[in-house]
């Protein structure tokens, strides 16, 4: 990737100080974030033209992950549905003090470079960047990549047409594929329960037999 | 069934169980004339030696300009990134797009401000740090992810402060290892004298943290009032950040570190070294020294009295403290088990690290490479729960700084032991005068903590912070040691730390020394032993059947 921005750079002689804007068609970068890849305009091969144009507004931080247990951060919704050959404009909304990310793979490569739409604010700030699905039915994943981010709780699917089923550990949506284990709740009153109800079991054959 | 034929088999159990002793198989055996062979055991998979050297970026080798900063050569096997040095001298606002994008840096990591002294270099430096978590669990899978391997095939659970980074926290879409910024440990960080320092902790970490700036001259309270000494009770929580201010009086050798559940999170790697270089005109430091080793651009006033500087961090792990982060992902999981399940004072450090590798990655990127008649400073942190008894072969070092106040001429000693207490810096002059005392001349001398269990990997030598100081000709031009090829092949691999292969499997030796073999089954024995076992339970139960039918 960052050959490509060099080359990119390089190719339109912009090379100054790192504190001035950076805009190029795959990518922009301040002091606050960046946007790379970025596509408003050039349709996928498979796509005549825009189905819908849906706007979006995702929001990044700990105080998402507050409606589910045993996270610590998330965006504010774990899905978004489109049409196939939508247009997503999507805005990026960072509520905590530090860095997050919103980073979209598997498109595909000859629009987006490695196959990735991916949005970062350096801090607290809003972000505005749009881009085109293809038609296929597919689920993308939505996602933080700093570290442990995703993997506590930032992580959400971007389906386009309905998807091809649910990515694994999206909070409130599926099931990780390498759980964590919890321990169960053992009470005196549980162990009651269980004791009556082996005796009862016990008894079932004896009444049985006594009614015959 | 006649009761004769009755008598008879009641009578041949006790003389089956008699046989199935006698022919009892054993799990080991005791030798007779012939030993077993002995086992060259080489591991089928080839992913599991590692070349000693990748060789990935000849180019930073050199010495070199790059926006006007020069930078020091740096002959090792895995250089210092030099645009890393470049940023971390003029500040990620002054140096060029081009040689930003060749780091992962963040447009905001390290901000130069105004000259207030004005004597031509930058006294106004926001310093920006993240929290990373290396080699961490996920919940997609049975994986490591960010990995950062500190030996052959050794993961263990780590947290670092990394300046803020940008972009991908892999090294590339393909891989779970973490980009090059990310590693242990925490960056040493530089600045000067008088210089008004404004750190930012931004907690992008799942527990809080907070940075304590240990010996390094700052009020208790910021500017505005708030926390500035980074205490336990001011813990900066995830997704928050805090500014510590200081203007430091006093140069010399310091350390920073996390202040929350100290024990753990300092263990866990949350410390680094804080240099207070002496103010000088012109005097750009280099603010981060990633991964510590080397300082390609060293201060003024030290280029004024040595040749080379070099910044030694010596760290050790407990695996089991690292492996609570790998067991679950729930934060809550993680902060019960690391605070409450796990018992400190009954831990062991099992990794020894100097500059976040174990040997023999150590010989990779902290090698101490010197020519004759040099003068080379060493800053040493000891930030291991255990003290350090560091030991050079072929030299005598003079230390001329403790915990970073500078010795009395008078008592600036001449020794080869070196004793350094958990959080203290020494400051060593280590001269390479061929005269007997300061070197015993050209070689590639180890250096390492002398107390035996610094130089070892979870109990298996070499490992541990072993590393060499190593003269120029001795190295070639990837900057591994000379002569040593076989030795480097043995102990570049997995196999080798997983302790499945024999330590002296070469050469002349691999026969008498290598692994001794397993005795072959004796598979007369087992089958007479299974065969009467049967017989006997076969026996009993026929035995039963019979009189129980007889009963009725």
């Given at each position: 990737?960052?050959?490509?921005?060099?080359?990119?750079?390089?190719?339109?002689?912009?090379i100054g100080p790192a504190s001035a804007a950076m805009?190029?068609?795959?990518?922009?970068m301040d002091e606050?974030?960046?946007?790379?890849?970025?596509?408003?305009?050039?349709?996928?091969?498979?796509?005549?033209?825009?189905?819908?144009?849906?706007?979006?507004?995702?929001?990044?931080?700990?105080?998402?992950?507050?409606?589910?247990?045993?996270?610590?951060?998330?965006?504010?919704?774990?899905?978004?549905?489109?049409?196939?050959?939508?247009?997503?404009?999507?805005?990026?909304?960072?509520?905590?003090?530090?860095?997050?990310?919103?980073?979209?793979?598997?498109?595909?490569?000859?629009?987006?470079?490695?196959?990735?739409?991916?949005?970062?604010?350096?801090?607290?700030?809003?972000?505005?960047?749009?881009?085109?699905?293809?038609?296929?039915?597919?689920?993308?994943?939505?996602?933080?990549?700093?570290?442990?981010?995703?993997?506590?709780?930032?992580?959400?699917?971007?389906?386009?047409?309905?998807?091809?089923?649910?990515?694994?550990?999206?909070?409130?949506?599926?099931?990780?594929?390498?759980?964590?284990?919890?321990?169960?709740?053992?009470?005196?009153?549980?162990?009651?329960?269980?004791?009556?109800?082996?005796?009862?079991?016990?008894?079932?054959?004896?009444?049985?037999?006594?009614?015959? | 069934?006649?009761?004769?034929?009755?008598?008879?088999?009641?009578?041949?159990?006790?003389?089956?169980?008699?046989?199935?002793?006698?022919?009892?198989?054993?799990?080991?055996?005791?030798?007779?004339?012939?030993?077993?062979?002995?086992?060259?055991?080489?591991?089928?998979?080839?992913?599991?030696?590692?070349?000693?050297?990748?060789?990935?970026?000849?180019?930073?080798?050199?010495?070199?300009?790059?926006d006007?900063?020069?930078?020091?050569?740096?002959?090792?096997?895995?250089?210092?990134?030099?645009?890393?040095?470049?940023a971390?001298?003029k500040g990620t606002n002054n140096v060029s797009m081009a040689t930003l994008m060749?780091t992962?840096l963040s447009d905001d990591a390290l901000i130069?401000?105004?000259?207030?002294?004005?004597?031509?270099?930058?006294?106004?430096?926001?310093?920006?740090?993240?929290?990373?978590?290396?080699?961490?669990?996920?919940?997609?899978?049975?994986?490591?992810?960010?990995?950062?391997?500190?030996?052959?095939?050794?993961?263990?659970?780590?947290?670092?402060?990394?300046?803020?980074?940008r972009?991908?926290?892999?090294?590339?879409?393909?891989?779970?290892?973490?980009?090059?910024?990310?590693?242990?440990?925490?960056?040493?960080?530089?600045?000067?004298?008088?210089?008004?320092?404004?750190?930012?902790?931004?907690?992008?970490?799942?527990?809080?943290?907070?940075?304590?700036?240990?010996?390094?001259?700052?009020?208790?309270?910021?500017?505005?009032?708030?926390?500035?000494?980074?205490?336990?009770?001011?813990?900066?929580?995830?997704?928050?950040?805090?500014?510590?201010?200081?203007?430091?009086?006093?140069?010399?050798?310091?350390?920073?570190?996390?202040?929350?559940?100290?024990?753990?999170?300092?263990?866990?790697?949350?410390?680094?070294?804080?240099?207070?270089?002496?103010?000088?005109?012109?005097?750009?430091?280099?603010?981060?020294?990633?991964?510590?080793?080397?300082?390609?651009?060293?201060?003024?006033?030290?280029?004024?009295?040595?040749?080379?500087?070099?910044?030694?961090?010596?760290?050790?792990?407990?695996?089991?403290?690292?492996?609570?982060?790998?067991?679950?992902?729930?934060?809550?999981?993680?902060?019960?088990?690391?605070?409450?399940?796990?018992?400190?004072?009954?831990?062991?450090?099992?990794?020894?690290?100097?500059?976040?590798?174990?040997?023999?990655?150590?010989?990779?990127?902290?090698?101490?490479?010197?020519?004759?008649?040099?003068?080379?400073?060493?800053?040493?942190?000891?930030?291991?729960?255990?003290?350090?008894?560091?030991?050079?072969?072929?030299?005598?070092?003079?230390?001329?700084?403790?915990?970073?106040?500078?010795?009395?001429?008078?008592?600036?000693?001449?020794?080869?032991?070196?004793?350094?207490?958990?959080?203290?810096?020494?400051?060593?002059?280590?001269?390479?005068?061929?005269?007997?005392?300061?070197?015993?001349?050209?070689?590639?001398?180890?250096?390492?903590?002398?107390?035996?269990?610094?130089?070892?990997?979870?109990?298996?030598?070499?490992?541990?912070?072993?590393?060499?100081?190593?003269?120029?000709?001795?190295?070639?031009?990837?900057?591994?040691?000379?002569?040593?090829?076989?030795?480097?092949?043995?102990?570049?691999?997995?196999?080798?730390?997983?302790?499945?292969?024999?330590?002296?499997?070469?050469?002349?030796?691999?026969?008498?020394?290598?692994?001794?073999?397993?005795?072959?089954?004796?598979?007369?024995?087992?089958?007479?032993?299974?065969?009467?076992?049967?017989?006997?339970?076969?026996?009993?139960?026929?035995?039963?059947?019979?009189?129980?039918?007889?009963?009725?």
């Amino acid at each position: 990737m960052k050959r490509l921005l060099m080359l990119s750079l390089l190719m339109l002689g912009v090379i100054g100080p790192a504190s001035a804007a950076m805009s190029h068609d795959g990518m922009l970068m301040d002091e606050k974030g960046m946007i790379m890849n970025a596509n408003s305009d050039r349709l996928p091969a498979d796509c005549p033209k825009i189905s819908e144009n849906v706007d979006i507004n995702i929001h990044a931080g700990r105080k998402h992950a507050l409606k589910f247990n045993g996270k610590m951060f998330a965006f504010d919704q774990q899905e978004w549905n489109v049409k196939p050959c939508a247009k997503i404009n999507i805005t990026f909304t960072n509520d905590d003090q530090i860095r997050h990310q919103l980073m979209i793979h598997g498109l595909p490569g000859y629009l987006y470079p490695q196959g990735m739409f991916h949005l970062e604010l350096y801090g607290a700030g809003e972000l505005k960047a749009s881009l085109i699905v293809p038609s296929t039915k597919k689920t993308y994943l939505v996602h933080c990549e700093l570290t442990q981010h995703m993997e506590k709780g930032m992580k959400a699917q971007l389906k386009v047409d309905g998807g091809d089923g649910d990515l694994p550990s999206i909070p409130g949506i599926s099931k990780p594929v390498k759980a964590d284990v919890y321990e169960v709740d053992w009470s005196q009153m549980t162990v009651a329960v269980l004791l009556i109800c082996v005796l009862l079991g016990a008894a079932v054959p004896l009444f049985v037999m006594r009614n015959k | 069934m006649s009761k004769k034929l009755i008598i008879f088999l009641t009578l041949l159990i006790p003389v089956l169980t008699g046989i199935a002793v006698f022919v009892t198989p054993e799990l080991s055996q005791k030798v007779g004339i012939a030993p077993p062979e002995t086992v060259y055991k080489q591991s089928d998979e080839t992913s599991n030696i590692e070349k000693p050297c990748s060789n990935e970026h000849p180019d930073w080798r050199p010495a070199q300009l790059i926006d006007g900063v020069a930078i020091e050569e740096a002959p090792s096997c895995e250089p210092d990134n030099p645009y890393n040095v470049a940023a971390s001298v003029k500040g990620t606002n002054n140096v060029s797009m081009a040689t930003l994008m060749q780091t992962d840096l963040s447009d905001d990591a390290l901000i130069m401000g105004d000259d207030l002294d004005n004597d031509g270099d930058p006294d106004v430096i926001h310093i920006k740090l993240e929290v990373i978590e290396l080699n961490g669990s996920s919940p997609d899978g049975d994986f490591l992810i960010n990995t950062y391997d500190i030996g052959p095939g050794i993961q263990p659970g780590l947290w670092v402060f990394a300046p803020k980074s940008r972009g991908m926290a892999l090294k590339n879409f393909n891989s779970m290892v973490a980009n090059p910024l990310l590693r242990a440990p925490s960056p040493t960080i530089r600045v000067e004298q008088g210089d008004k320092v404004y750190i930012t902790l931004e907690n992008t970490h799942y527990l809080p943290h907070t940075i304590h700036l240990h010996g390094v001259d700052h009020p208790w309270q910021t500017s505005k009032g708030e926390d500035n000494d980074g205490m336990e009770e001011h813990p900066v929580f995830p997704g928050e950040n805090h500014v510590y201010e200081i203007q430091p009086r006093h140069s010399g050798t310091m350390f920073y570190h996390c202040h929350v559940q100290t024990a753990q999170h300092f263990m866990m790697g949350l410390s680094g070294m804080f240099v207070v270089e002496e103010n000088q005109p012109n005097n750009w430091v280099q603010t981060f020294n990633i991964g510590a080793g080397q300082v390609r651009h060293p201060s003024v006033a030290v280029k004024k009295a040595y040749s080379q500087e070099y910044d030694l961090f010596y760290q050790a792990i407990d695996k089991k403290l690292a492996q609570i982060i790998q067991g679950a992902n729930d934060p809550r999981l993680i902060a019960k088990r690391m605070s409450r399940d796990y018992n400190m004072t009954e831990s062991f450090e099992n990794y020894f690290l100097l500059n976040g590798h174990s040997f023999p990655y150590t010989l990779r990127d902290s090698v101490i490479v010197a020519a004759d008649k040099e003068n080379i400073k060493l800053r040493i942190v000891n930030a291991q729960r255990s003290s350090v008894a560091l030991h050079f072969h072929g030299h005598k070092a003079t230390v001329t700084a403790y915990d970073g106040v500078d010795q009395p001429a008078g008592l600036q000693l001449t020794r080869d032991v070196f004793d350094i207490a958990p959080a203290q810096r020494i400051d060593l002059s280590l001269k390479t005068q061929n005269d007997g005392l300061n070197s015993y001349g050209p070689g590639l001398w180890m250096f390492h903590d002398h107390v035996a269990t610094g130089t070892t990997t979870d109990g298996m030598e070499p490992g541990g912070n072993m590393a060499i100081l190593a003269y120029k000709p001795l190295i070639d031009e990837q900057g591994m040691p000379k002569m040593h090829e076989e030795f480097l092949n043995e102990v570049f691999s997995k196999d080798y730390y997983g302790k499945k292969q024999a330590v002296w499997n070469t050469g002349d030796f691999a026969h008498l020394l290598g692994e001794a073999g397993l005795f072959a089954p004796d598979y007369l024995r087992i089958i007479v032993f299974g065969l009467a076992t049967g017989l006997i339970i076969g026996l009993l139960v026929l035995i039963t059947l019979v009189y129980k039918r007889k009963q009725q």
